[in-house]
């Protein structure tokens, strides 16, 4: 099995494992064919974000033990839908994103420059 590449080539990194995140939740933001929402954007959480994701019916700030969510906060990295990266994009809102650990198939739902124009160092 190949190893899944980021959107800069590389091989993809780990996302954040504090709190765990990736669809998998193995800390990447790996996909698979159940991966419906496609978790591969990983993006550091801002508090415009989780409020902007909250009004679109997405609460990510609420933890809900039963699935074992912590809930995210400022500062805390969490492998997004890529869909929903690009709504908050378009929206002004978009999180800043770690290009290392954004899986290559972000390319399908925003330019590189974009994603670029949001990157963080790791």
Known sequence: MSKATNVLGGELQCCCTNPMTGFYRD????????????????????????????????????????YGFPGLKSGDRWCLCASRWAEALDAGMAPPVVLEATHAAALEYASFSDLKQHAIEV
């Open 27 to 66: 800390g990447f933001c790996s996909t698979g064919a159940g991966d419906v929402g496609v978790h591969i954007v990983c993006a550091q959480m801002t508090q415009e974000f989780l409020e902007f994701s909250k009004s679109r019916g997405n609460d990510l700030s609420t933890p809900m033990p039963i």
